[in-house]
């Protein structure tokens, strides 16, 4: 539970939930062959973009903390 409750804060379970909802009625809508609203289309990328754009953005900020602090530890063990 502890751990949904982090995913939960860091929106990763809503913006999950809200692209397989979109991307699973765009995919109903397309095999049963009636034409993809363009709201909905676009409201899938966006959601597909925020999901991956924040895992990206969490992950370039490990690698600038990741620095800072060799960096920091450099500057440390030279004084």
């Not at 699973?24 to 754009?53: H, K, R």
């Not at 800072?68 to 440390?76: A, K, P, S, Y």
Request: overall charge positive; cysteine-free.
């Amino acid at each position: 539970m502890t751990w949904f409750k982090a995913e939960f804060t860091k929106s990763n379970i809503i913006s999950g939930f809200l692209a397989v909802a979109i991307w699973a009625a765009i995919i109903f809508l397309a095999v049963t062959q009636v034409q993809v609203p363009d709201i909905l289309s676009i409201g899938g990328t966006t959601v597909i973009a925020f999901f991956f754009g924040a895992k990206q953005g969490q992950s370039e900020g490990r690698s600038q903390a990741y620095r800072e602090m060799e960096t920091l530890n450099r500057r440390i063990g030279n004084v």
